[in-house]
């Protein structure tokens, strides 16, 4: 008795068409935010920023005492006392709100500048690296003449020429920035400049300005923005140190270089309520610093 075995293979069901079609790779910029988001600290310190930028821009809208109201009844209460949460300042203001009001400024301070120096700073390298010759030579060495002195007293200068303000600082922070963003923008755009693509799309008849804005920029504004966003930390801490000379913000105006100077005479009374805007500025610094670091590992393809 002879038993026959059913050798047919059973029919595999049709798979949807979706499942069919390749997963779409991810874009680059999506991939940056993919990896920065598998980064715990970046993380951390964007959200510490996320709401502190939260608490400056809504500030109105807090329950805050006037920033501006004092009583010298109330100076220098501790921290922790009733209805001053972070205590008062020397003209028995709300710490809180000054702190809160005084990270507008401070942040505009740092943002500003560096966001105006990143557009001119971008042109001119980007301009000097792709053109070459004598317009290079021109834009590169004045550049130079500014890498004579260091940030910090080349700031002081131009700030004690311009004079004491909030435009007169941002002035001056924003000349500070040009020079090293337009160094490493000519660095970039100079080393693409020879690729063979750019050379191909040259030969092929396109014209320069076509050229830079397809085939140069979408090159070289990584580094350059990587190399941008470290520098706010640095602008931040430069604005502090001109409002701390008095070379920045004017008094009323809440601001934490300011108001860490206001308050030096407080520290033998109360050095902790003193180095709350101390405070304030190193952390946020550390922040910025931290997601920059995290930012440029992110966008690395290699890592």
């Not at 006392?81 to 003209?91: K, P």
């Not at 180095?275 to 922040?287: D, E, K, R, V």
Request: one cysteine or more; glycine letters at 10%.
């Amino acid at each position: 008795m002879s038993t026959t075995v059913d050798t047919k293979v059973p029919a595999v069901p049709a798979r949807p068409a979706a499942e069919q079609a390749p997963a779409q790779s991810k874009g680059y910029w999506q991939g940056v935010g993919a990896r920065l988001s598998r980064d715990p600290v970046a993380m951390v310190c964007a959200g510490l920023l996320t709401l502190l930028l939260a608490a400056v821009v809504f500030a109105p809208l807090l329950p805050l005492a006037d920033p501006f109201t004092g009583s010298m009844i109330s100076r220098l209460k501790p921290i922790g006392t009733e209805g001053h949460i972070l205590g008062t300042d020397e003209l028995g203001r709300d710490m809180l709100a000054r702190l809160i009001y005084g990270g507008r400024l401070t942040l505009m301070l740092g943002l500003l500048p560096v966001i105006f120096a990143f557009l001119i700073g971008t042109f001119l390298g980007v301009l000097a690296g792709y053109v070459g010759g004598w317009l290079n030579t021109v834009i590169m060495r004045t550049v130079d003449v500014f890498f004579a002195f260091p940030s910090i007293l080349l700031a002081i200068a131009i700030s004690g020429a311009l004079g004491a303000g909030i435009v007169n600082s941002l002035v001056s922070l924003t000349i500070v920035f040009i020079p090293p963003i337009t160094r490493v923008a000519e660095s970039v755009t100079a080393s693409v400049r020879s690729l063979e693509y750019v050379d191909a799309a040259r030969i092929s008849g396109a014209r320069a300005l076509t050229v830079v804005r397809v085939h140069v920029l979408g090159n070289v504004m990584s580094p350059i923005f990587v190399y941008a966003t470290s520098l706010t930390s640095v602008s931040m801490i430069l604005a502090a140190g001109l409002s701390f000379l008095g070379l920045g913000v004017k008094p009323p105006q809440p601001e934490w270089g300011l108001m860490l100077n206001t308050l030096r005479t407080a520290i033998y009374i109360d050095p902790v309520l003193a180095a709350l805007p101390g405070a304030m500025i190193f952390l946020t610094s550390l922040c910025l610093n931290l997601l920059s670091d995290g930012l440029r590992s992110a966008m690395n393809i290699k890592d």
